[in-house]
């Protein structure tokens, strides 16, 4: 028998079970469920518990072969075919996850089911479709204006999407993820200042509400141990409002404190980081330590999803430390991410840099081709600057 479950007693396994799920030990949960599910799969109570504590880990791939497995042992139960959607949409399967949506036949899971229809299409950046479902959700469901907003801003409707967040802040109450939406708003518009107030305010109350997530200790150098990847954490939203803090901070060129910002955010083993954290890691200790920052990156570029600046940042970070090699070989094993991630002047700027070594006059030829092409853009946004400002004087009527 495993040592570990001899400290569960005979007949209060499952007691003992919620006890440590509810004082907050998940990992301990986990462990005892696994060897139970080793011992009988076919334990719907162990599966049900053990796929909910993975979710509640955020490790939604083995959540969702927790739900299919559910979904065998129960194939009647619409329920778990919902969870394991979910799962799987939040492991960014997204076939998957939609192939599941279309089993569910139950009619009162019609109104979750076209959300997670819709969230999955938004997730394949087919706005089009997704509006479509939300359309046929209820009309008085509490997260349409956040839908709205979030199909505003993935269009680039910024200031819009950003009074759809507040519209729903009213109605909903302060919600962190609502006030990470609205920084992120501002971030995108360049509004800094109003930015940084919302992540002031997701910090100030995570660090109020949650002690335990250990905000700050690291920056301090004191030597606290992971607080793991768990729905508490994920609902404070102070991984995301940490990472914008990071990024404003890069912007304004004050590194040091962008620095602090990603080492101010509740402690995590370095395998439980996620992938913005891991690519913000890297491009900010970049100078200290470029031969790990490289490793995280092309970690990062393997995955999937990735945040869409890892590829270009990579890319241009070998060619600014002169691994022109390396980059001629990332975008010749990664062509179809060339088109999806790189603008055509990104993709030209970084093949005329890359064939400086072998054929210089050519690269020379292309860098000043793009440079006449970037010159006749700068004079004709000059032009339009100087006719939109200029003053037109209006003739005096006669006396």
């Not at 910090?203 to 905000?215: K, N, T, W, Y």
Request: proline share 5%.
């Amino acid at each position: 028998m495993d040592p570990f479950m001899l400290n569960i007693r005979d007949g209060e396994f499952t007691t003992t079970i919620y006890t440590w799920i509810k004082e907050g030990k998940i990992a301990d949960a986990i462990h005892a469920l696994y060897q139970e599910f080793q011992r009988n799969p076919d334990s719907r109570a162990a599966v049900s518990l053990l796929g909910y504590c993975y979710y509640y880990t955020q490790d939604f791939v083995a959540a969702a072969e927790c739900y299919e497995q559910l979904t065998f042992i129960c194939p009647e139960n619409q329920e778990y075919k919902l969870y394991y959607a979910q799962s799987l949409y939040k492991a960014c399967v997204y076939d998957e996850a939609m192939k599941i949506t279309m089993a569910i036949e139950d009619s009162k899971f019609e109104n979750n089911v076209n959300k997670l229809q819709a969230a999955i299409k938004y997730g394949e950046d087919d706005l089009h479709a997704c509006k479509s479902l939300l359309e046929q959700t209820a009309a008085d469901d509490p997260d349409s204006e956040v839908n709205d907003g979030c199909i505003l801003y993935k269009e680039g409707k910024f200031n819009e999407a950003c009074q759809k967040f507040q519209l729903a802040g009213q109605k909903l109450g302060y919600q962190p993820y609502l006030g990470y939406n609205i920084a992120l708003t501002y971030y995108s518009m360049k509004q800094y200042v109003s930015a940084l107030k919302h992540i002031g305010d997701i910090i100030e109350r995570g660090i109020r509400d949650h002690p335990e997530l250990s905000v700050g200790m690291t920056t301090e150098g004191l030597d606290v141990r992971s607080v793991g990847n768990t729905l508490v954490l994920h609902e404070t939203a102070l991984i995301e409002a940490f990472n914008l803090k990071a990024a404003i901070e890069y912007q304004l060129k004050n590194f040091k404190s962008a620095k602090d910002a990603l080492t101010d955010m509740p402690p995590r083993s370095e395998e439980e980081l996620d992938p913005v954290s891991l690519h913000n890691q890297a491009l900010m200790n970049m100078e200290e330590n470029p031969s790990d920052g490289f490793k995280k990156l092309q970690f990062l570029v393997q995955q999937n999803p990735f945040p869409p600046e890892t590829f270009a940042n990579l890319l241009l970070l070998y060619c600014k430390y002169e691994y022109y090699d390396m980059a001629a070989d990332v975008l010749a094993e990664n062509s179809h991410l060339t088109y999806q991630f790189l603008s055509k002047y990104m993709f030209d700027f970084l093949q005329a840099i890359i064939s400086r070594q072998s054929s210089p006059e050519e690269s020379y030829r292309n860098l000043d081709d793009l440079a006449s092409q970037e010159t006749d853009i700068l004079r004709k946004l000059t032009k339009q600057v100087t006719d939109a400002t200029s003053v037109t004087p209006m003739p005096l009527p006669r006396p």
